[in-house]
């Protein structure tokens, strides 16, 4: 019995120590890649690629992990210290050469190369959670190859989305000699000073007259998503709760409108606000935006107010409260995260639409962040201030959206099963 068991031991040593260290060799190249990357596109460093080096340490620290702490069971500060103490033994052996950098001071080259282990070390550690790496299982195996796939996809879609913003950002940073200079460069040059590198965003901001444009924007988006959700509020609370002829009709139709393209609506809704009066200014965009946002609103909130039990509504009913009561007292309460989302995606219309400010706004004094955005786009204006200005347009919505993305997401998914 005791032969059996020591080889039962030894075979779920092998097991883990395999299993740990194909995750280990493929987190610790994933990280150093995306660390050399990073430092070449930030930083501006020349950076090298050790992928061997990175390989075998990978092997070494995800074996470690595997055979002495079956994987599942490794804590997290056990496993971010091996990591450490691989990234010592490391630079020991190269006379603390940084890992794949070759421009960097020493002590940066060091916390670096620590960070990049330590990193590693968790990464292993999640990689490997909650599977017993002792027994080479077939889902064991198949949900290893499922976590590494995942953590590939993650970083490199990561990379695809982050790159876009990156370069606006950091040619809006940049002096009109720097971009004239080497426009494919992407690191930002921090020892410009604060001043010289936001210059871009002041004259943007007071030369340009961002500021009132930003204004502007948001007081038609504002102004448009209060409009929109009352209207969409009244509406979708209509065809989902009281019965009146074409109901069914009016219900199926709502989106209609998406049937024909902006570009076919803008021409005679020129030459009709033209003549009223209404074209060159605000007020215009306000009949338009809420026109072409309450459709869609409104189908998206009827999908909401499907879901909601009609019992309550009922109930307050019968003790007396009016319709609107209803309305406010228990179905808005109830609605709110659809609601939110509902103003938040009408909002980020309105911050983001340009064709009609664009055909209807002849005056800088009132024109919005788009409409704006053109009087950048001109060869006599320097690219950084086109970047500073999409900068400015971009980041807000964007701090607004992951600010509001779970009431989004929320919103979204309420209403998409019954009952």
């Not at 204004?215 to 929109?228: D, Q």
Request: net charge positive; proline share 5%; with cysteine.
């Amino acid at each position: 019995m005791s032969v059996i068991a020591s080889r039962a031991r030894r075979g779920s040593r092998f097991s883990g120590a395999v299993i740990g260290a194909v995750v280990g060799a493929l987190t610790v190249a994933m990280v150093v890649f995306m660390w050399s990357l990073a430092a070449t596109i930030v930083g501006g460093m020349v950076t090298t690629l050790p992928l061997g080096q990175a390989l075998v340490l990978g092997l070494a620290l995800g074996a470690a992990v595997g055979i002495f702490f079956d994987g599942r069971d490794a804590p997290g500060t056990v496993a971010v210290g091996s990591g450490l103490v691989l990234g010592l033994v490391y630079l020991l052996f190269t006379g603390f050469r940084p890992l794949g950098l070759e421009t960097v001071q020493p002590v940066w080259g060091v916390g670096f190369a620590f960070l990049t282990f330590a990193l590693s070390g968790h990464l292993v550690r999640y990689g490997l959670r909650d599977i017993d790496v002792r027994v080479a299982r077939r889902d064991v195996i198949e949900r290893v190859i499922v976590r590494l796939l995942r953590g590939f996809g993650f970083s490199f879609f990561t990379l695809i989305i982050l790159f876009p913003f990156w370069y606006m950002l950091s040619a809006s940073l940049k002096s009109r000699a720097a971009m004239l200079r080497d426009p494919a460069n992407l690191a930002i040059e921090f020892g410009l000073g604060f001043s010289t590198l936001i210059r871009g965003y002041v004259e943007v901001l007071f030369t340009f007259d961002f500021l009132r444009f930003i204004g502007n924007s948001g007081l038609v988006a504002f102004v448009t998503m209060v409009v929109t959700l009352v209207m969409a509020v009244l509406g979708a609370y209509a065809v989902t709760r009281l019965a009146f002829p074409g109901r069914t009709f009016l219900s199926r139709s709502i989106l209609l409108i998406y049937m024909f393209p902006a570009i076919v609506l803008v021409i005679p809704l020129y030459a009709v606000f033209t003549q009223l009066g209404l074209r060159n200014t605000l007020p215009g965009l306000l009949i338009v935006y809420p026109a072409t946002t309450i459709p869609v609103a409104l189908y998206m909130l009827r999908s909401y107010f499907q879901t909601l039990p009609k019992d309550l509504e009922e109930a307050g009913l019968i003790d007396g409260c009016t319709r609107a009561q209803v309305i406010w007292r228990i179905t808005l309460p109830l609605s709110m995260p659809a609601i939110a989302s509902v103003g938040l995606y009408v909002f980020m219309i309105a911050w983001n639409e340009f064709l009609f400010a664009f055909m209807f706004l002849d005056n800088p004094a009132i024109f919005t962040l788009p409409r704006g955005m053109v009087m950048l786009n001109s060869q006599e204006v320097p690219r950084q201030y086109l970047m500073a200005g999409a900068m400015i347009i971009t980041v807000p919505i964007m701090l607004l959206f992951f600010w509001f993305e779970k009431y989004l997401v929320g919103g979204l998914t309420a209403g998409g099963v019954k009952g």
